[in-house]
């Protein structure tokens, strides 16, 4: 009866369960055909009515952040379970940059920032790699650093997550949402590989261990360089043993030890004895370093060893074996003749090809002006008064006779007189009054003023070229004799019965002297030693030529130092001078009557000024190209000069051409000059040179008759010593110059 009773109720219990699970299922989940399962469907449904059908179906308590606000839209087609729903919920949290930390019995919803300062579910046994829930995982590395993995790995953790290295365990710390620390435990556990890296010892017979390593590395980084990425081996050159340390991946190995052996191979002509061809340097001034530098090495090996430290002879053992070092040189064809075995071999050879390079030169380009200006004026008075006796001697009277500018009255009229007495017409104005008579009183009187202007402008540009470091001199001058002393030789007579005198003379240079040292350093500067003299005969040296009196000469030096830049224009010094002379003669007390005292007085005035500077300009010539382009336009100025001085012809002989210099082309066809020409055509200024090296276009380039501009010709520029000269007007070349 009771088995029929509750069978009956049966279908009426389960209805009531199901209309109950209904009542309490939240708005917008639907149960599924199995039980327990539901279909969650929101569309822009508040956050806080999804906590509340997650908690209903869970059975999970939350408290939830009043900062917790959004809007949310679910669409599910296929029925889940309680536990698939609340991942689900994780998953909108996460979309929305919330964070479901569990405390206790209860979760508390909180904003994701900061999620990693409040405990969460630390260091489970198990890491889902579908859940979104906050965890805290620390991870063992065995294989690598784990401080090296921290900034490869930080990208993948979100701004709210958590890592860092613990280096003194070597862990990694991590903490964010399941899903994503179990994908950074399989990519860290994808890392901490222990790798086949075993090490192989490849010994060498014949090459050199160090050197074969620096040809492969090359090799190498050429093919990195072109896109072949890095290699995955390393390698490292014992000298001692002489062998190649090879590690890494072993295909890699297998392949290097292949190359290794190929080239570990002996040379047909042996590799003991070497001749080495120098091209700059002095083969018989190396060999000599080289022996001083082998001896060096030999005494400190010697001491070392705990031998004595004596000085070694030209042939030292080397360390790697029992042959010796020798070192000589062949002068007839500059070239080293260097025995050794390989390892110093190498330390020779890479010694001589440090030493052996081409050494700049410079080009200094000095310049001498001197400025002048001379000033004088005479201005005087004479007068003479003269009677005769009763034997007709002239008597003089009184008179005022001082020279002016070395012509007196008495000169006057010694030369009326006797006219083949007048030695010299005098300069100046000379004015002259009189009467002579036979019988009474003579008289004359004369004025004489003068006055003469000077001026000098005086330039000069020596230019030498030297190596760097290497002492030049230039040279243009005069030697002039001079008498340094004379005597007569009282015992021996010449003919006609005269004594012989004798002379002393010494020859000294008076000109430009210029010594120069030019060193260069890092940066393009140029430290120069300077020494340079100009000297010259003295206006009245050339006027007395008597031997008794000598010659007198200027002469002007400066020795210094200075730094300039490549290419720059320096000062080294100069003189400036002014100077005012002037000279009274009078009769005391006369003179100084007002207009009556012009009578009884001679002035002269000398004002003289002078400016005297000395400037230097090097330029530096670092390989054939720059010397070829400055002999090309040195070269071509001198030919522009000719044409433009003397013309094509010879005059009065139509027939014949006037000497000429060849053209370039013809003279030195060579690869270097043809490279200097395309860079700079005959003509080009130092600017225009400048605008090509730097990439300009196109220049317009200057004859070479203005191109380097000087002292010579009628064209010369004095004021622009240095390449800066004028053209013809019109922009364009002058007459007779050549293009």
Not at 29 to 40: D, K, N, R, Y
Not at 211 to 237: D, H, Q
Not at 419 to 436: D, F, K, Q, Y
Not at 551 to 568: P, S, W
């Amino acid at each position: 009866m009771k088995r029929k009773l509750l069978d009956w109720l049966a279908p009426a219990l389960s209805g009531l369960a199901l209309a109950g699970l209904l009542a309490l299922t939240p708005p917008g989940v639907s149960l599924g055909q199995e039980q327990g399962a539901i279909t969650p469907n929101y569309k822009d449904a508040d956050l806080s009515q999804i906590i509340e059908a997650v908690s209903a179906v869970t059975g999970k308590d939350f408290i939830v952040d009043p900062r917790v606000r959004a809007q949310v839209t679910m669409i599910s087609a296929t029925p889940m379970s309680p536990e698939a729903f609340y991942q689900a919920f994780l998953s909108i949290l996460q979309v929305h940059g919330f964070v479901a930390v569990p405390a206790g019995k209860v979760i508390k919803i909180l904003p994701d920032a900061n999620a990693r300062q409040l405990p969460a579910n630390d260091l489970p046994s198990s890491v889902s790699s579908t859940s979104d829930e906050i965890v805290t995982q620390v991870i063992t590395v065995k294989n690598v650093s784990a401080a090296q993995l921290v900034p490869i790995l930080r990208p993948l953790i979100p701004q709210y997550g958590h890592l860092a290295a613990y280096p003194a365990s070597n862990m990694l710390i991590i903490s964010d949402r399941a899903s994503n620390v179990n994908r950074m435990a399989r990519i860290i556990e994808r890392i901490d590989q222990t790798g086949d890296e075993d090490i192989d010892v490849i010994p060498l017979e014949h090459a050199s261990a160090a050197e074969v390593v620096r040809t492969v590395n090359s090799l190498y980084s050429t093919a990195a360089a072109e896109g072949g990425g890095k290699p995955t081996v390393k390698m490292v050159a014992d000298d001692r043993t002489n062998s190649v340390l090879v590690s890494g991946e072993s295909a890699q190995r297998l392949r290097l030890k292949s190359l290794i052996a190929h080239m570990d191979t002996p040379l047909q002509s042996g590799g003991d004895t070497q001749v080495r061809y120098l091209r700059y340097a002095d083969a018989e001034k190396i060999a000599a370093k080289l022996r001083e530098q082998i001896q060096g090495i030999a005494a400190t090996v010697a001491a070392s060893a705990g031998g004595t430290p004596t000085p070694a002879p030209a042939a030292v053992q080397s360390g790697g074996g029992d042959k010796s070092v020798t070192i000589w040189a062949e002068p007839q064809t500059n070239a080293l003749v260097v025995s050794a075995p390989p390892k110093m071999m190498r330390t020779v050879m890479a010694i001589v090809d440090r030493l052996d390079i081409r050494r700049a030169q410079v080009l200094l380009e000095g310049i001498l002006v001197e400025m002048s200006v001379d000033k004088s004026a005479d201005l005087g008075v004479n007068w003479l008064i003269a009677d005769r006796n009763s034997n007709g001697d002239i008597l003089p009277a009184g008179g005022f006779v001082q020279p002016i500018n070395g012509t007196g009255i008495g000169e006057i009229l010694q030369g009326i007189r006797d006219p083949t007495s007048i030695a010299a017409v005098p300069t100046g104005l000379t004015l002259g009054v009189g009467r002579i008579v036979t019988n009474g009183i003579s008289w004359a009187a004369l004025i004489r003023a003068l006055q003469a202007t000077g001026n000098t402008n005086i330039i000069s540009t020596p230019s030498v070229m030297t190596l760097d470091n290497e002492e030049a001199e230039i040279k243009v001058a005069q030697e002039v004799p001079i008498v340094t002393g004379s005597y007569t030789n009282q015992g021996i007579s010449g003919a006609g019965g005269q004594v012989n005198p004798f002379q002393t003379i010494n020859r000294e240079e008076v000109g430009i002297i210029l010594k120069i040292t030019p060193q260069i350093n890092d940066g393009g500067t140029v430290v120069l030693k300077i020494s340079q003299e100009v000297s010259s005969l003295a206006a009245s040296s050339e006027q007395v030529l008597a031997a008794s009196q000598g010659l007198i000469t200027n002469k002007r030096t400066i020795t210094t130092n200075v730094m300039a830049e490549d290419g720059g224009i320096i000062v080294l010094g100069g003189l400036l001078s002014d100077e005012a002379t002037e000279q009274k003669s009078q009769v005391p007390f006369l003179g100084s009557i007002p207009i009556l005292g012009e009578l009884f007085k001679t002035r002269s005035v000398n004002k003289k000024k002078s400016n005297l500077m000395f400037f230097v300009r090097p330029r530096i010539l670092r390989d054939g190209v720059d010397a070829a382009i400055e002999t090309n336009a040195k070269y071509n100025y001198l030919r522009g000069q000719q044409e433009v001085m003397f013309g094509g012809r010879v005059p009065l002989l139509p027939t014949e051409r006037q000497p000429a210099l060849p053209t370039l082309d013809k003279l030195v066809p060579s690869d270097a000059l043809r490279e200097a020409q395309e860079l700079a055509p005959p003509g080009t200024t130092p600017a225009q040179r400048a605008e090509i090296e730097s990439g300009s276009p196109s220049i317009s380039v200057e004859s070479p008759a203005t191109a380097e501009p000087g002292t010579v010709g009628p064209e010369a520029n004095p004021t622009t010593p240095f390449g800066e000269a004028e053209s013809a007007p019109g922009g364009q070349p002058p007459a007779g110059t050549t293009p």
